[in-house]
């Protein structure tokens, strides 16, 4: 369309013919009806087309608008999500509030969680205060072999607890203690013994070399079978067995050497020898069915900085974070050693605390939040 085609001028001709010098008008109005039609369908066709364009226009426009306007909220929404994260930083949540302990580089190598084995031998400490006599501290409801033997202080505790909780649920006394701690030379006589008893290779089964025996730290112990009416039996024959090894856990301790778990301990399974480790720790170990060397490893996955490991008053273990503790439950988190000491944090609102050195380099903290009882669980008696 140009404005030419709108000037009735251009339409007359410049050099009319004669006898044809009629104006335009003129021949519109001689001309027949259809062609007038026809005149009067392009002007109509010059509209459409004049509305379509125009439409087609508007409708590009709008198109455009559209898009300049989501680029725009985009644009905009991106500058208010770094204008949140700058806020983000600038001004953090309500931080939980911690209290801070420090444990020194030998404190590595002390606590219930420990892991003495083939590879991780034992840091005998200079003073051994913590040992004490059984046959002086125990209870009525189990026996000791000798009257030499020693655990630790706690352990102690702990274990005639769990021995009256047995009595009472087998419904009769029934443990011998067999062995306790070990001196580096006691470990020595042991081994030596072995071997002239069953041999070299029996020895390497099943004795740890002196200085490498979890019996090293008071927290460990054999125990056999012997009832009131002086008959022995093996553990694992024991008809109460199971019982043994679910009461076990509610006290903190483990079956350290299940069949399944040579793989990882290096010692042949034996039904016999216990292992004290304590409560939250003992109920993840058995749950999971871990042994001590895989729960070690796993505590790793566990920092204040990411997820903690956690236990609700359900029982259920599972992770959470520093905002999301249970209110009533335990979490549990390992800290890596520092090379002379190291600051531990330890949530403030705790009820209660425990820190053990893992024997190599860092440190597993659990943490109790109110009161719970965890709900029962035991080892498989066999693996
Ligand atoms: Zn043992």
Request: charged share 25%.
């Amino acid at each position: 369309m140009t404005g030419n085609d709108r000037n009735p001028n251009s339409r007359r001709p410049s050099n009319k013919a004669p006898g044809k010098s009629v104006s335009e008008r003129e021949v519109y109005k001689s001309a027949p009806s259809r062609y007038r039609k026809r005149r009067s369908g392009v002007n109509m066709a010059l509209v459409l087309i004049t509305v379509l364009l125009t439409a087609a226009l508007a409708a590009s426009v709008i198109h455009i608008a559209k898009l300049s306007k989501s680029a725009i909220d985009d644009r905009r929404d991106s500058i208010e999500e770094a204008i949140n994260s700058e806020k983000d930083t600038m001004s953090p949540k309500p931080q939980v509030e911690m209290i801070t302990v420090t444990a020194s580089a030998e404190e590595v190598h002390r606590g219930d969680l420990i892991l003495v084995n083939y590879e991780n031998p034992y840091v005998f400490p200079e003073d051994e205060s913590e040992l004490v006599t059984v046959y002086e501290h125990m209870s009525d409801d189990y026996r000791v072999a000798y009257n030499t033997f020693l655990l630790d202080r706690d352990v102690m505790d702990v274990f005639n607890d769990f021995a009256a909780a047995l009595r009472e649920a087998a419904g009769e006394r029934c443990l011998l203690i067999n062995s306790t701690y070990r001196s580096y030379a006691d470990q020595e006589l042991t081994y030596n013994n072995y071997v002239t008893d069953y041999g070299e290779e029996a020895a390497r089964e099943y004795v740890s070399d002196p200085g490498y025996s979890e019996h090293h730290t008071g927290l460990a112990m054999d125990l056999t079978i012997l009832l009131d009416d002086g008959t022995y039996q093996k553990m694992a024959d024991y008809e109460h067995y199971d019982v043994i090894n679910t009461i076990c856990v509610e006290y903190g301790f483990i079956h350290r050497y299940p069949a399944t778990k040579e793989g990882y301990t290096h010692i042949a399974h034996e039904p016999w020898h216990y292992r004290y480790v304590g409560v939250p720790h003992s109920y993840v170990i058995s749950k999971e069915k871990y042994c001590l060397e895989e729960y070690i490893a796993f505590t790793k996955n566990y920092t204040l900085e990411g997820k903690l490991l956690s236990i609700d008053a359900s029982g259920t273990v599972g992770e959470c974070t520093v905002d999301t503790m249970p209110e009533t439950g335990y979490v549990i988190y390992y800290v890596p050693a520092g090379e002379t000491e190291t600051e531990l944090k330890i949530p403030a609102a705790a009820d209660s605390y425990s820190v053990s050195g893992n024997n190599s380099d860092g440190f597993v903290i659990s943490v109790r939040f109110g009161e719970l009882t965890l709900p029962e669980s035991s080892f498989a008696v066999v693996g």
